[in-house]
C-alpha cells in the first residue's frame, strides 16, 4: 500500500484495495486481456498470482510469444524494458517504476559505448541484466542460462566483449576456455554473500549442498556443488536426491523450490553484514497492491524510444534463435 498526493487538494489519500486482491487480480487480469510475468525473485504472493514464472530468459520467451493485449511483468525495470522491445503493440506495466537493478546501473550507456569504441573489432554479447540502451549497442543478448552456449557458438578468433557482469563473465571464460574482454559491472546482492558464513553452515550443515548463481563472487562459487540460473538451481533442487541445500542467490527462489519439493530443506546463504542484504531491494518494491493498481489504473507504462526499441530487438532476436 502507498500514498498517492493529489496535486489539486494537496492532501494524501490511501487508495481504496479490494479485500481479495488475488480474485480482484483475476478479475482485471481477464478484463484487460492480460499476463503476468513474474521473476523468480519477486514476492510469493506475486509469484502465486502470476501467470508465468521464471528466469530471465523464460520470461524473455513468454513475452515473446504471448497473445496478451496487456504485459504485467513482476519484476525489475530491464525485464519489462525487454518485454516492451519484444511488444512495440502491447501495453506492458511494471507496478514500481522504481524497480530498478545495481548491475544495470553499473553499467553507463556512455561510458559503455566509448569502452566499445575502443575495441571496433569486438562482438558485443551483453547479458541481459542491462539497459536498452546497452542492448542497442549490442550484437547478440545472453541470460545466465544460455551465456555458455551462445559463447560456444562464435568462433574461437572472434574478440568478444561480454557485459555488464564481471562475475558471469569470469564463470563464462572458465567454462569456454574463452578469453573474454569484461565490463566491470555487478550485482549488489550476489557480491555480498559471505564466503567465510558460508563455510560456517556448511560445518553446521555437512549435508547441505551449495547452490549458487554465476554472477556470485568466485570464492563463493568455489564451495558450490552446482552452479547455474535460478531456473536451473530449481531444477537441480527436484532432481538432486540430497534433501537440504544452501542456496547462494536472491532467496525468492526458495518459494519455488519449497513448494516444489516441501520435503526438502533450503537454507539462504546469509550476506556480509548483519542485514537483509542478500533479498534485491528493486525486486521487493513490487507489491501485490502496487501490482493490482497497476492493473486498475493502467499505469505505470513502460515505454521506449522506437529508434533504441528497434536497435535492441536484434541482439536479443539472435539471442533467442541461437538457444533453440
Request: aromatic residues 6%; negative net charge; contains cysteine.
Amino acid at each position: 500500500m502507498f500514498i498517492t498526493t493529489l496535486p489539486p487538494q494537496n492532501q494524501t489519500q490511501i487508495p481504496v484495495l479490494p479485500h481479495d486482491l488475488f480474485e480482484a487480480i483475476q478479475v482485471l487480469k481477464h478484463k484487460l486481456n492480460a499476463v503476468i510475468l513474474a521473476h523468480y525473485y519477486q514476492d510469493p504472493d506475486i509469484q502465486d498470482v502470476a501467470d508465468y514464472i521464471g528466469d530471465s530468459l523464460e520470461l524473455a520467451r513468454k513475452a515473446a510469444n504471448t497473445n496478451a493485449d496487456v504485459i504485467v511483468f513482476a519484476g525489475v525495470h530491464f525485464m519489462a524494458e525487454t518485454a516492451k522491445i519484444l511488444n512495440p503493440n502491447k501495453l506492458v506495466l511494471l507496478p514500481d517504476l522504481n524497480a530498478g537493478c545495481s548491475l544495470a546501473d553499473s553499467c553507463p550507456p556512455d561510458q559503455f559505448a566509448a569502452f566499445k569504441a575502443a575495441h571496433p573489432d569486438h562482438l558485443v554479447i551483453s547479458y541481459i541484466n542491462c539497459t536498452a540502451e546497452i542492448k542497442a549497442m549490442s550484437d547478440i543478448i545472453c541470460t545466465s542460462s544460455n551465456a555458455v552456449k551462445l559463447v560456444n557458438q562464435i568462433p574461437k578468433d572472434q574478440p568478444i566483449i561480454f557485459g555488464p557482469d564481471r562475475n558471469l563473465g569470469r564463470y563464462v571464460m572458465e567454462q569456454t576456455g574463452r578469453d573474454l574482454l569484461l565490463w566491470q559491472g555487478a550485482c549488489m546482492v550476489h557480491e555480498n554473500f559471505s564466503e567465510k558464513k558460508i563455510v560456517q553452515l556448511k560445518i553446521t550443515h555437512p549435508e547441505a549442498e551449495v547452490l549458487a548463481h554465476p554472477e556470485c563472487e568466485p570464492p563463493v562459487l568455489r564451495h558450490a556443488n552446482y552452479i547455474g540460473s535460478t531456473s536451473a538451481l530449481l531444477k537441480y533442487s527436484q532432481q538432486s536426491y540430497n534433501k537440504s541445500f544452501i542456496v547462494a542467490t536472491e532467496p525468492g527462489i526458495i518459494h519455488q523450490m519449497q513448494k516444489q519439493t516441501p520435503d526438502k530443506r533450503y537454507i539462504p546463504a546469509p550476506p556480509i553484514n548483519n542485514c537483509a542484504c542478500n533479498e534485491c531491494p528493486y525486486m521487493r518494491l513490487n507489491t501485490l497492491e502496487k501490482l493490482f493498481l497497476a492493473m486498475k489504473n493502467s499505469t505505470p507504462e513502460i515505454t521506449l524510444p522506437e529508434h533504441i526499441r528497434v536497435a535492441a530487438l536484434r541482439p536479443i532476436q539472435r539471442m533467442l534463435e541461437m538457444s533453440v
